[in-house]
């Protein structure tokens, strides 16, 4: 096992297109952290500068203590698993897991016990005498796994490797990866576009866009604490819902009602300078059937008249699509999450508002009702930069991006609030779903944007 270190890693092509800018990660020894953004973002770059497969073109990389930036790929200590699995079509799963201690010419005895313990492991005894072409998806891609098992690595790196399963087989498999980087207890760098797979495996998330760090924290956090509008919107399925606000009178007018603007958020707000215009992002499970919140909760929030356009019932819970003039709320960063969404061609609306609701909820198509949105789990962000102005600001010194210090994972947690009617509720505002947490964004301790 080994901690990874990058350190100002940058990645510049031959052509001047630069994949990877200014890259900081701290990885610990036995860490699983997860490299996860839209295609093009950098992040199997950033693995196979690891790997060695790419060369870094400026900052340092270090692997166990050592700088590698010039060491061999064969030398650095790692087995990669890749998307397409890369078997030997004409030998068998035992022949493909041992392979590589082949080539170190491992002794014959020594590779026939460390592929009968990596097949125990990933219940691949039975198959062990078949060829790749007479084994399934899961099957051949556990075969990839199980060769980089018997190597005993310092480190696994992963590239999309279920990508190539379908929908039932990549859930099954991805729980078959926590369990054994769990077991095996080695450092583990997984590249994901899937953001289910990466808030569902990792110790930790990185998030990345155009190549910069934009967030590296647990799971819980980014989605509770985005730093910025790219994590807010790229976290979440269903994407979180974001409308135009306006504050006016000490209140932010929106879509779904005025929003009272009190307390901490007022003063962040003031202090940035941010004007009079802002966006304001409100994930799906914060709205709810007006009929079915109980009466203590109701004060938490405020209600809003809609007309159901289509509602998806899932069993457990039920989306709830609706209609508002959202205002606009054109940047860059949600441009981006509409191409990659694939809103952007389809031509899904932007002003459609997505809510999940209890399923005891008796609303139907096309019916005019009242839905009620909780103010605690409200998010305001600058349209200029993209930085989450809910987010108390950290009073920790500027940091790395690293597993374990206050310094280097700093973000933002939700606080109790107050009801809306209370004397407290009226410090409070928006800003109760502001406060300080443990996870922060890369290198500055704020997001990169």
């Known amino acids: 096992m080994a901690e990874i270190i990058l350190e100002n890693v940058t990645k510049r092509f031959p052509d001047g297109a630069l994949?990877?800018?200014?890259?900081?990660?701290?990885?610990?020894?036995?860490?699983?952290?997860?490299?996860?953004?839209p295609s093009g973002c950098g992040k199997s770059t950033t693995l196979n500068m690891i790997a060695g497969l790419e060369d870094i073109s400026s900052g340092e990389l270090k692997i166990g203590g050592k700088i590698v930036n010039q060491m061999a790929p064969k030398d650095r200590d790692i087995a990669m698993v890749f998307q397409s699995y890369a078997l030997y079509p004409h030998m068998t799963v035992r022949a493909n897991m041992g392979f590589a201690l082949k080539l170190a010419k491992t002794p014959p005895n020594v590779i026939n016990e460390k592929v009968e313990e990596a097949a125990r492991i990933l219940d691949l005894t039975q198959h062990l005498d078949r060829k790749p072409a007479n084994l399934s998806g899961g099957q051949r891609q556990?075969?990839?796994m199980g060769r980089a098992i018997v190597r005993d690595?310092?480190?696994?790196?992963?590239d999309e490797p279920l990508s190539n399963l379908d929908a039932k087989l990549r859930v099954q498999t991805r729980t078959e990866v926590s369990r054994l980087q769990r077991r095996l207890g080695t450092t583990m760098v997984y590249v994901t576009h899937d953001q289910?797979?990466?808030?569902?495996?990792?110790?930790?998330?990185?998030?990345?866009?155009?190549?910069?760090?934009?967030q590296v924290a647990s799971p819980q956090v980014l989605y509770d604490r985005p730093a910025n509008l790219f994590v807010a919107g790229f976290i979440g399925s269903?994407?979180?819902?974001?409308?135009?606000?306006?504050?006016e009178d000490g209140k932010l007018r929106t879509a779904v009602g005025d929003i009272p603007v009190t307390g901490r958020l007022q003063q962040t707000l003031s202090g940035a300078n941010v004007g009079r215009d802002v966006i304001v992002g409100i994930r799906p499970e914060s709205f709810e059937d007006s009929a079915l919140v109980p009466a203590e909760n109701r004060n938490y929030g405020i209600t809003f008249p809609a007309t159901i356009d289509v509602i998806e019932s899932l069993g457990s819970e039920k989306f709830v699509y609706f209609s508002k003039e959202l205002g606009s709320v054109e940047t860059a960063e949600l441009a981006e999450l509409a191409r990659d969404s694939g809103r952007a061609d389809t031509g899904g609306s932007a002003e459609t508002v997505v809510a999940r609701l209890d399923p005891a909820t008796q609303l139907s198509e096309g019916q005019d009702t009242e839905l009620w949105v909780d103010l605690r789990a409200v998010h305001v962000f600058d349209p200029a930069t993209g930085?989450?102005?809910?987010?108390?600001?950290?009073?920790?010194?500027?940091?790395?991006?690293?597993?374990?210090?206050a310094a280097a994972d700093t973000g933002t947690a939700a606080s109790p609030a107050a009801p809306a009617g209370s004397e407290t509720a009226a410090q409070a505002g928006t800003d109760s779903a502001a406060g300080t947490g443990t996870d922060t964004a890369a290198g500055t301790g704020e997001a990169t944007t």
């Not at 289910?196 to 934009?214: H, I, P």
């Not at 930085?387 to 790395?400: I, K, V």
């Open 238 to 247: 269903p994407a979180m819902n974001f409308m135009s606000g306006a504050l």
């Open 153 to 158: 690595p310092a480190a696994f790196l992963m």
């Open 196 to 214: 289910t797979e990466a808030m569902t495996l990792g110790d930790r998330v990185a998030v990345m866009r155009s190549g910069k760090l934009q």
């Open 387 to 405: 930085q989450n102005l809910t987010l108390e600001e950290s009073s920790a010194p500027a940091g790395r991006a690293s597993a374990g210090g």
């Open 142 to 144: 556990r075969v990839a």
């Open 19 to 37: 994949a990877v800018d200014d890259f900081n990660l701290d990885i610990a020894d036995g860490e699983f952290v997860i490299l996860v953004g």
